[in-house]
């Protein structure tokens, strides 16, 4: 009995041994060393086209910095405008999770989103656009009426592409507010509402046709940022440039379905969330790179474009009509109090970041 009990007790301390050598070598994967190996694959949904030189490159960056951080474990693919969804179906495709991650254009559907077309309101980004990529950053995790639409939306943030602030280009002078009387100007919606204070006709066109309606005379002006104008080209049918004038922001803002991020181990979450802290650099670095601003310096010139600074004093005339926009927009958005609440989230969120940064954030180089 003693020798069979000696025996079992051998068998199983044998086995116990081969059982802890196949886990070392590798015969049984646990659930977490599998979750370690498995590649996730998301498709980014852009309202851009491929051969775009401002917003394309940038959400290319974004994929690809995930890509290389995360050692090939997570791997986006871009799909252009239309290829997915079109520039006004983005919220419905990272909803229903047709796509993993898009680029949102609150602007284009301002009812769907209006926390989020928040960030269009006319004179309400600080001064640099690093500056506004950090705001964003923080008030989607921060604000809970902006958390909470997105909740409807079955996402979570995941970064942005920012330009510099909204000046005008096209067919016709501005040197004062006077000089917009029976314009017809390409503009967002909101900012469209100070114009018209003026008496311009706000018009409301994808940037992806800015170049047609200014060459078919839709109309008069359009309203963008300097290097936007170059890479869509409208600089090259226009005589006038006006600067200055910095009338707003015009973010793309990125979303990521929640169950695809939810899918995620944490440390993947992690590498997905240290290139959103290092898009508000890259976005500064990548709308000042020499070559870039070159390139639209030398259109200017071979174009013969007038350039045309804003006097502050005029600007200070749009300035004071903005606020009454911002309260237009908290009423029309459907509920009134938490807009306001996400309002003076985002204003205190921009004082504090201009505080903290007021020279902008250290730059990574574009590569």
Known sequence: MAKKSM??????ACAVILLAGMLSAGFFTTEAAAAEQKVFNWKFASHT???NKSLGPCQLWWSEQIEKRSNGRIKVKMYWVDEICGPKEMMMAVKTRLADVVGHVPAYTPGETPMANSTFLPFLAPPRLDQSVIVYNRVFVESKPYVDELK???????????????????????RSVDDLKGLRI?????????????????????VTEMYSALDTGIVDMAAHSRLT?????????????????????APTLYFINKDAWNELPEDL??????????SAAFMWDFQHIPERIAAADKVIKEKNIEVIHFPKGE??????????????????SGNYEAAKTGLKDFVKIREEV???????VPGIKYQ
Request: overall charge positive; hydrophobic content about 40%; some cysteine.
């Open 269 to 278: 979450q992690k590498v997905v969330q240290s290139v959103i802290d290092d």
């Open 354 to 360: 201009i505080a903290k940064y007021p020279k902008g």
């Open 315 to 332: 600007r200070a005339k749009l300035a004071d009509k903005a606020e009454a926009v911002w309260d237009s927009w908290a009423k029309r």
């Open 186 to 206: 390409r503009v967002m919606p909101d900012l469209g509402e100070v114009l018209k204070h003026f008496g311009a006709i706000p018009m409301t066109v994808p």
């Open 229 to 249: 104008f170059h890479a869509y080209k409208v600089d090259e049918i226009s005589k006038y440039m006006i600067l200055d004038m910095d009338m707003g922001a």
């Open 7 to 12: 025996s079992n007790w051998m068998i199983t």
């Open 49 to 51: 086209n491929p051969g």
């Open 152 to 174: 409807k939306f079955n996402c979570v943030y995941g970064g942005a592409y920012e330009n510099e602030g909204y000046n005008l280009i096209g067919k016709k002078p501005v």
